[in-house]
């Protein structure tokens, strides 16, 4: 199983302005102190091994939107900006023979977790097959709303796929695709849910976005470190600070690394990914929380560690 | 310390009433902590103190449960007119802290005289 990230940042997509890219160039100019490359592999060499991801790279700026490569048919957590790219990619492979069907699996229907279907190009092939599977009941409305002239030119008539809407209910396995998937709810306005996929061979990948875990309700806990248990690759909202989840932001339906590792660390998880980042957030803020990350989880790791990655949009995960 | 619990010292001074928990607070304790910290701000509010200043200097490391169980002690002190503050955070402590950004929304002192 693998797992792509084509969307990693939560609530509103961003993007890098000129005075980010031109400190970029000049930390890695004076980081090269001089050097000279022979080709652009070289210098990409360079950037790859001796730059600090936040200089040579960036954690890009689509919202939520990951895909699960398991099996012929394909899988997907939520239809965010980074859909758009995920949706030309995929028409390719299906140009070179991959199967065009899609099982799309939504963690709730708000803006930055729906807005990239409009632009999810899939939709206009008549040989596609959408299934979209979500805990709510009003999936569908959701998704028509979106394309009403008022908000868009393109009526979700017009759109040619067999799309098809599949309400999911908690507590019950399904076999879907080449994966076996349970769902949890999740705190959230209008509720999210949390998907567990786990593959033929036993390996399993948990979507756990827009889940706030009250300050008030740790009791609730529980139920998900018992979703999350001897996870593979666990997926987490991981918006906040724990400080501000549990004050300004209290109800803003977000949680913070620090309870991502905590809950991780209980289930006996074997790795988490840092995810929905804060739309505020520079590359060096995000590369600054994942290092903190790294550090509170050595700081409170009491049996066997939990590697900590942090997600960017293009990452791909061997699970 | 039996493992799973925490031991307390408790000392009064001119309007203030400071507590020592020692061990971890983690998944195990942590409601044990909290539940502490609430019978001490009742009793920081009988005995009229002001402020109730929790050391941490014996504290092995706090995670986000016990973390939160001191949001909820401030909100409940916050009703009883008093003021939590943390002092002595040692090196791990002052890390967590850090990381969490509790040294942003907690007034956090270096020294017990200082308080």
């Given at each position: 199983m693998?797992?792509?990230?084509?969307?990693?940042?939560?609530s509103l997509p961003v993007a890098q302005k000129a005075a980010a890219i031109r400190d970029k160039i000049a930390t890695a100019l004076v980081a090269a102190d001089g050097r000279r490359f022979a080709d652009l592999d070289e210098a990409r060499t360079f950037a790859d091994d001796e730059l600090e991801f936040a200089v040579g790279g960036t954690y890009g700026g689509a919202t939520s939107c990951v895909e699960i490569e398991a099996g012929d048919e394909f899988i997907l957590c939520d239809l965010g900006s980074g859909a758009r790219e995920f949706g030309l990619d995929a028409m390719a492979r299906c140009a070179r023979g991959h199967a065009r069907v899609y099982h799309l699996f939504m963690s709730h229907f708000h803006w930055d977790h729906i807005m990239g279907f409009p632009f999810f190009v899939p939709v206009f092939d008549p040989e596609t097959k959408i299934v979209i599977h979500s805990g709510h009941a009003d999936a569908e409305l959701a998704l028509r709303r979106q394309q009403e002239e008022i908000s868009f030119p393109v009526a979700f008539d017009w759109l040619r796929a067999q799309i098809s809407?599949?309400?999911?209910?908690?507590?019950?396995?399904?076999?879907?695709?080449?994966?076996?998937?349970?769902?949890?709810?999740?705190?959230?306005?209008?509720?999210?849910?949390?998907?567990?996929?786990?593959?033929?061979?036993?390996?399993?990948?948990?979507?756990?976005?827009?889940?706030?875990?009250?300050?008030?309700?740790?009791?609730?806990?529980?139920?998900?470190?018992?979703f999350f248990g001897d996870c593979d690759l666990v997926i987490c909202d991981t918006m906040y600070s724990l400080a501000d989840s549990a004050s300004m932001k209290e109800d803003w339906g977000h949680s913070s690394?620090?309870?991502?590792?905590?809950?991780?660390?209980?289930?006996?998880?074997?790795?988490?990914?840092?995810?929905?980042?804060?739309?505020?957030?520079?590359d060096a803020d995000i590369q600054r929380m994942h290092q903190e990350s790294i550090r509170y989880e050595e700081l409170t790791r009491e049996a066997a560690p939990l590697a900590v990655i942090c997600a960017y949009d293009g990452l791909t995960v061997e699970v | 310390m039996t493992q799973g619990t925490?031991?307390?010292?408790?000392?009064?001074r001119e309007g203030l009433r400071l507590i020592a928990p020692i061990g971890r607070v983690d998944e195990t304790t942590a409601t044990e902590f909290a539940e502490r910290l609430a019978e001490e701000i009742a009793k920081a509010a009988s005995d009229g103190h002001k402020r109730l200043a929790i050391d941490l200097a014996e504290i092995e490391y706090m995670s986000s449960r016990g973390l939160r169980g001191l949001t909820l002690a401030q909100r409940q002190s916050a009703d009883s007119g008093i003021t939590i503050v943390l002092a002595r955070p040692n090196q791990i402590m002052r890390e967590i802290l850090a990381i969490s950004r509790y040294d942003k929304v907690f007034q956090v002192f270096d020294d017990i005289d200082g308080i």
């Open positions: 693998k797992v792509r990230f084509w969307g990693t940042r939560g809407f599949v309400t999911l209910e908690t507590g019950k396995p399904y076999a879907i695709g080449a994966v076996t998937v349970e769902l949890i709810e999740q705190n959230h306005s209008h509720k999210s849910y949390g998907y567990r996929f786990t593959d033929a061979a036993g390996k399993s990948v948990v979507y756990s976005t827009d889940s706030e875990h009250k300050v008030d309700r740790m009791d609730q806990e529980a139920a998900f470190v018992a690394n620090v309870v991502a590792i905590d809950l991780c660390h209980q289930a006996q998880a074997k790795r988490l990914a840092l995810f929905h980042h804060e739309p505020t957030y520079s | 925490l031991d307390w010292t408790v000392e009064t």
